[in-house]
């Protein structure tokens, strides 16, 4: 195919930079605004319809099935993704995951990382960030962002690991036990419609649900991120990498081990150990605090680095959340877990289980660390705050495990959001309209304490109470006996 112009600008279809320069007419512009009766006599159908019209109409390439990369040429693949924007606070938010190409379990077990599709579609990307606005034509859409990623050497072992998980699910036979919490970066989303019938997979007759290869969504945030923290439409990482606020785990240690097992070994010589043996072993000053164990398992896991975890480039993109958990002398936990607090609209706009926020909180990734008391030991901790020593019971770290939610759970938590949501609908967003602690239904409904007379956006008027999804202590016990220990 011979360069095309598009307003008197051409670009060079071997030169990933030139395409991404081209893409910037796209910006604040939709293809109907841009190509007139020519988007509209073009429509395309189905999710990927918009990036087949900006394929074909805006730089002159015929869609195929082929393997390669949209820009083969280059070795660059467009993305056209989309966004939402809040209509509580007016924010800009990603919708869903990014999808890759689709997973042919027949293709993925005699398929190693180095020569799958995977990497030509996902190595190098041209992304175009679009408002998603429901009711109007794809071609109205209106692009925000162009950003060109190229996925930074760490992240691709990652990746790599990632794949290497999912394969291996494949080849045992337990296609159709894969989940999205089985990985880090890269994700076996579910794809296709309702009522579409589950695939054939090798080494087993069970049939399995029809999946993609995906980008999560916390990773997408991150890069989303990035273009809106520039105070510009786009943003490149193809020359200059960015360098993150702080790593867990180098690409080095990656080379020899998974980053779980580099994580849970440095736990080891703490287990067993009670809090002031920690701050001793860490070189750190004991002090009274809530979050003091919370504190201490970040400097373990991020060698006395950072207490939080949550700002580690590995956990900002995989959306992994750590846990803290105090168990009593029986093994049950001293108090519920709870989760962030529920966002009304989202769960008021969105009528898909599986596109929703509980669904993606509950298909992370979790990183559990288990305290037990040490039976006949206290110990003594100044509080700075109100200038005194405190006296109470010591515990130890007793465990720690990566942990994904079964396939089993995940059809209940579906059921735990199918109520929230029919409480929403109904502008019933009161406690007794949620599962409760006491229904023994492994999550529920409550504020956080403390927190039982705070207010926010209601999507059918008005405000409404605060309310936080929880896992009952009864469904930790069973996470915490069941879990091996890393």
Known sequence: MADISFENETFDKTNPESIYDFSRFLIGKS??????????????????????????????????????????????????????????DGSLKIKERLVCTMIDYFDLAQTDFKHSHLIEKCRLMLLLFYLHVSGIEKYDYQFLFRVLWQLPDKDLLLIKKDYDTIAYKVRRGEAHLLSEGDT???????????????QSQPFSEAKALKRAFSLKPNYMRYILNHVVESGQSHYSNYTRPEKPEFELVSRQELEGKNFESIIGDRFTPFI???????????????????????????LIASNNVSKRLSKADE?????????????????????????????????????????SELYELFTNRFFFVVLEPIAGRTI??????????????????????????????LELAREYWENIRAGVMAN??????????????????????????????????????????????????KIIDDAKRI
């Open 315 to 355: 956990f900002v993109k995989s959306g992994i959340e750590m846990k803290t958990i105090r168990i009593n002398d029986k093994g049950m936990p001293c108090e519920a877990m709870s989760f962030k607090n529920i966002d009304y609209q989202e769960v008021f706009d969105n009528a898909e289980w599986t596109d």
């Open 184 to 198: 880090i970066y890269l994700g076996a989303c579910r794809k296709g419609q309702k009522g579409d019938s589950p």
């Open 272 to 298: 067993g150990k009670d809090y002031l043996e920690i701050c001793s072993m860490l070189g750190i000053k004991p002090y009274q605090s809530k979050n003091k164990y919370a504190d201490v398992a970040g």
């Open 428 to 477: 019933k967003i009161t406690a007794d309209s949620f599962w409760n602690i006491s229904d023994r239904k492994s999550f529920h409904v409550r504020p956080k304490a403390g927190k039982g007379a705070d207010k926010t956006h209601n999507p059918n008027g008005g405000t409404a109470n605060k309310y936080c999804y929880w896992f009952n202590p009864e469904y930790v016990k």
């Open 31 to 88: 293809l109907h605004s841009l190509l007139g009766e020519k988007a509209v006599n073009h429509k395309r159908k189905g999710k990927g319809g918009l990036g087949q019209m900006v394929e074909e109409l805006y730089f002159g390439y015929d869609v195929n099935s082929n393997p390669e990369a949209d820009f083969k040429e280059a070795g660059l693949e467009l993305k056209c993704t989309p966004l939402l924007k809040s209509k509580s």
């Open 380 to 409: 003594t901790v100044h509080n700075n705050i109100k200038n005194r020593d405190e006296t109470e019971q010591a515990y130890a770290i007793s465990k720690v495990f990566f942990w994904t939610m079964p396939a089993d759970d």
